[in-house]
């Protein structure tokens, strides 16, 4: 079963403007990852921020954490046509493995 | 460095039909993953190996073998094809199981 879940499912934009994603999730974590999966393509670390971490940056991305409402979100400021994929956030809980969602399709326009 | 690779990148078989596919990684990785994602949705893993020389079962194991070789390979095998395992596959590793996980470009199979 998926532990994490994204919030839109999908989310179409314009060049330049601000996108935010929603995870949530249902056990304890160690971590949150997020992933970026173009079309056709292999997934590609983007982030990880650990349970005692409230907010970590990346470049154009902010991710936050709060671990008392299991939630997690992901901004991408300033987003570019490039920035067009499937983002995936995936726990690492007691298990000795990742368990990912099932994305959210980002489209920004030209 | 190569990273993550896999073949073959496509594949059809027949109902019944046997195959393995195959994943190396050149990272020094401890964890090695495989996973399929079927359309619109996120990855379920199948089986994993925290480390060299053991073996777990994923979230969707039926169906499936795997054969940790040594650090730098795990093999993925289907034993009896069926059309419910047409999907894409994708292995990953990762330095241990709570890190970053590098995945390799994926295999489309498909089961006629």
């Known amino acids: 079963s998926q532990q994490g879940e994204e919030d839109p499912q999908a989310l179409s934009i314009q060049e330049g403007e601000n996108a935010t994603m929603n995870c949530s999730y249902k056990?304890?974590?160690?971590?949150l990852q997020w992933y970026r999966q173009n079309s056709g393509r292999g997934l590609v670390h983007l982030i990880l921020?650990?349970?005692?971490?409230r907010e970590k940056h990346s470049g154009r991305l902010r991710v936050t954490l709060d671990t008392s409402k299991k939630s997690s979100s992901l901004l991408i400021t300033a987003s570019r046509a490039a920035d067009t994929a499937s983002y995936f956030c995936?726990?690492?809980?007691?298990?000795?493995?990742?368990?990912f969602g099932s994305g959210t399709q980002l489209t920004v326009l030209p | 460095n190569a990273g993550v690779t896999q073949t073959p990148k496509f594949q059809v078989l027949k109902t019944g039909q046997s195959m393995t596919l195959q994943c190396a990684q050149d990272?020094?990785?401890?964890?090695m993953y495989w996973y399929r994602q079927d359309p619109g949705m996120g990855l379920r893993l199948i089986y994993y190996?925290?480390?060299?020389?053991?073996?777990d079962k994923g979230e969707v194991p039926n169906g499936y073998n795997v054969s940790r070789l040594n650090k730098r390979e795990f093999s993925l095998r289907l034993e009896s094809a069926a059309p419910s395992q047409t999907s894409v596959y994708f292995c990953?590793?990762?330095?241990?199981?709570?890190?970053?996980?590098?995945f390799g470009p994926g295999t489309r199979l498909t089961v006629l």
């Open positions: 990953a590793s990762s330095p241990g199981y709570y890190d970053e996980q590098f």
């Open positions: 056990t304890s974590i160690n971590n």
């Open positions: 921020i650990r349970s005692n971490e």
């Open positions: 995936a726990t690492a809980g007691s298990a000795r493995q990742l368990t």
């Open positions: 990272m020094n990785h401890n964890s």
């Open positions: 190996s925290a480390s060299e020389g053991t073996t």
